[in-house]
């Protein structure tokens, strides 16, 4: 059995897949726009989003992330859960801390801890929250 995260971005999944590319080294392994579906549209999709994303795969590091826009309707809403980053080095915690807070929301700031050299929360532009840490 494989757990994966499916992040419904509701209209941004363009604008999330490149900011993952840039910020997190994303690699886009497939990509399906609702007007490639070979069957008809699933109720509920508005009308005039035929060019958004349907359903689409990334890979970061060692976790595929499966992300589309949903119903498109411009207001994604990410609640009751984090992705987490277990990285090698302080620098690379707080090069990550700060690219996926751009335009963000710090929820902890990046600091010391007795289990961490460095742990961190940031909400990213999309308000998709991020753990940030450094593997012991």
Do not use: H
């Given at each position: 059995?494989?757990?994966?995260?499916?992040?419904?971005?509701?209209?941004?999944?363009?604008?999330?897949?490149?900011?993952?590319?840039?910020?997190?080294?994303?690699?886009?392994?497939?990509?399906?726009?609702?007007?490639?579906?070979?069957?008809?549209?699933?109720?509920?999709?508005?009308?005039?989003?035929?060019?958004?994303v349907m359903h689409s795969q990334l890979?970061?590091?060692?976790?595929?992330?499966?992300?589309s826009d949903g119903h498109c309707g411009g207001k994604p809403?990410?609640?009751?859960?984090?992705?987490?980053?277990?990285?090698?080095?302080?620098?690379?915690?707080?090069?990550?801390?700060?690219?996926?807070?751009?335009?963000?929301?710090?929820?902890?700031?990046?600091?010391?801890?007795?289990?961490?050299?460095?742990?961190?929360?940031?909400?990213?532009?999309?308000?998709?929250?991020?753990?940030?840490?450094?593997?012991?």
């Open positions: 059995m494989v757990v994966q995260p499916y992040l419904f971005m509701d209209g941004r999944c363009d604008e999330a897949i490149e900011f993952y590319r840039k910020t997190l080294g994303a690699e886009v392994m497939m990509l399906m726009r609702f007007k490639d579906n070979p069957e008809p549209p699933p109720t509920g999709i508005a009308p005039g989003t035929e060019n958004n890979r970061i590091g060692d976790t595929i992330v499966m992300l809403v990410f609640q009751g859960f984090s992705l987490s980053l277990s990285v090698p080095n302080d620098q690379e915690a707080e090069r990550l801390y700060t690219a996926l807070g751009q335009g963000g929301q710090v929820q902890m700031p990046l600091t010391k801890t007795f289990f961490s050299s460095r742990f961190g929360m940031v909400a990213d532009r999309f308000g998709v929250s991020w753990i940030i840490m450094v593997r012991q």
